[in-house]
């Protein structure tokens, strides 16, 4: 999936998005292309903030059921990992 799967575009609509990508993935493996999209460090973009907190609580609901790929450039991504503690 990429930034367009996840993030909706009415308030409220990237979690459910989210979540249900994470839900369609139970068993096997979510991969995202391109993550580093969802969230630009130091951007008020709260929809991708949304969606980068969902993906961390589902992942840590559902620890043994899925495995959630990040892929991007590496570059971007070491920015990206910074945006979430979690």
């Known amino acids: 999936v990429t ?9 409220g609509e990237t979690a459910k998005l989210t ?12 991969f995202i292309d391109e ?8 951007s008020s973009d709260s929809a ?3 969606c980068v907190n969902t993906l ?5 609901d559902h620890a043994h059921e899925i495995v959630i790929i990040l892929a991007g450039y590496q570059k971007e991504m070491t920015t990206f990992l910074s945006t979430n503690s979690g």
């Open 56 to 60: 961390v609580k589902e992942s840590e």
């Open 19 to 30: 979540s249900d990508a994470v839900k369609s993935a139970l068993g096997g493996v979510l």
């Open 35 to 42: 993550a580093y999209s969802l969230r630009h460090e130091g």
């Open 48 to 50: 991708g903030q949304e």
């Open 3 to 11: 930034r367009k799967d996840l993030i909706g575009g009415h308030h």
